[in-house]
């Protein structure tokens, strides 16, 4: 077995761990689980962190349990957040659950027949199983008040004046009799996580030797921040999605390509697999040239490709090249509608009809009325800057104002029209 210590320490994945773990994982393969808050439909970056370290876990021999909250999702995890959450409902987490299980069999292998497959598991299995008077019997007399008042996370909450309510304070009993339960039941002496849950992960230890008079084992990574100060994972249009829906794989692969030299060394350790002997020639050939920005590159086209596909990371490449380089209106007619839309976001739109569109006598008209207002001030500049060469249509420059309107509707339905070098507008047939 490769030691899965030593590669979360080169990779700068490592924050703390308990005694002893290095130990423990050397006498053959253990269990881990890491936990996921399903408030959403989708992950997001942010959970690449904990997803990669299953997925080394599961490389070095061992077993790993993804752990989706389901009940501890209705509650929400107060640990360093300002307020509390709003609660969801069981419909809305189903969804939620199935939806992650589908993002994280992209990194995981939960294939049977082997002895280190990854399992995904619902802590609203075992938790909706006990009634209030059950838990605080049985589970709530192990932890003191004491204890749990003294968690970072708890203070925190307290001293900023806006409280805690009951709810929120009962959460990490609830994630450590998660551990508990999967120590018991599956033989999972591991737990994993970022490191603002230390607290929470040492209270399931406590319950573990308490209740099972057994040990247990803490391991957690490092919350990741961007060189700037500013919050890893965010970008002015909010969250960076693995849903395609929520985020395109085109504004996803552009959000690693743009990442600065100082990050980029450290997330092509972090969030992908690539050996310590490549990263480091990655990183000698992007200090010859870093205009060329070689690990952005390689970073963006690795992790596009475990996340979406290799048909996506290409894609993402062929619109960059469009909006950033030369390109042909072949190379635009290729992209998907997905893909064209993504890459012209924010781009001022203009709808015509089919029988506007097709009542059009020449290319003139195409900038009449209902579109001259947003591209041009009239139809003499719009011939003026025809002649002079400045408008293009799917990326073919227009010569003659008069000509007719024979262009090909991209996916069926959209004109790029390009007015000088950087101003964009779509015009959508319906």
């Known amino acids: 077995m490769n030691s899965f210590i030593q590669e979360l320490q080169w990779r700068g994945m490592l924050q703390d761990m308990t005694p002893e773990l290095e130990e423990h994982l050397a006498k053959g393969m253990a269990s881990a689980y890491l936990g996921f ?34 009940a501890t999702g209705m509650i929400g ?15 809305t987490l189903d969804h939620n659950v199935a939806c992650i299980q589908g993002q994280l069999s992209k990194f995981l292998d939960f294939s049977e027949g082997t002895s280190n497959t990854a399992e995904l598991v619902n802590n609203f299995d075992w938790i909706s199983q006990f009634s209030f008077l059950e838990f605080i019997r049985d589970v709530g007399k192990h932890i003191t008040v004491n204890y749990m008042m003294s968690k970072d996370s708890v203070k925190t909450r307290l001293e900023d004046g806006k409280g805690l309510s009951f ?19 599956r033989n999972c002496s591991i737990q994993l996580g970022g490191s603002d849950q230390w607290g929470n992960i040492v209270t ?16 957690t990574v490092p919350l990741i921040t961007k060189a700037d100060g500013t919050k890893f994972g965010k970008t002015e249009g909010g969250s960076v999605w693995l849903d395609p829906e929520k985020t395109s794989p085109y504004a996803f692969y552009q959000f690693w390509l743009n990442v ?4 980029a060394s450290k997330y092509i350790r972090i969030f992908t697999v690539l050996d310590q002997a490549t990263i480091e020639s990655l990183e000698a050939e992007h200090a010859e040239a870093p205009h060329l920005r070689t690990l952005q590159k390689e970073i963006a086209k690795q992790v596009t490709t475990m996340v979406h596909s290799e048909a996506d990371f290409e894609m993402a490449v062929k619109a960059s090249e469009i909006l950033f380089g030369k390109s042909s209106t072949e190379d635009l007619a290729s992209l998907d509608e997905r893909t064209f839309l993504a890459v012209f976001e924010g781009v001022p739109q203009v709808q015509l009809s089919k029988e506007e569109y097709a009542g059009l006598e020449n290319i003139l008209d195409l900038f009449g009325e209902k579109t001259h207002a947003l591209i041009f001030a009239s139809k003499g500049e719009a011939r003026k800057m025809i002649q002079g060469g400045g408008v293009s249509i799917n990326k073919e420059k227009l010569t003659d104002p008069n000509a007719g309107v024979n262009f090909r509707l991209l ?5 790029l029209i390009q007015k000088g070098k950087k101003n964009y507008f779509i015009l959508e047939v319906k």
């Open 204 to 219: 399931g230890t406590e319950m573990i030797r308490k209740m099972g008079g057994g040990s247990a084992f803490a391991l």
């Open 260 to 263: 600065s030299d100082e990050d």
């Open 37 to 70: 808050d399903p408030t959403a439909d989708s992950l997001h970056i942010g959970h690449l962190v904990g997803v990669m370290t299953l997925l080394h876990f599961q490389r070095a021999g061992h077993k790993p349990f993804a752990l989706v909250g389901g």
């Open 77 to 91: 995890d107060p640990s360093f957040k300002s307020s509390e959450r709003n609660l969801l409902d069981k419909a």
């Open 411 to 415: 996916q069926g339905k959209y004109l």
């Open 167 to 185: 709810t929120e304070f009962s959460y990490q009993l609830i994630q450590g009799y998660d551990f508990y339960h999967l120590w018991k039941n």
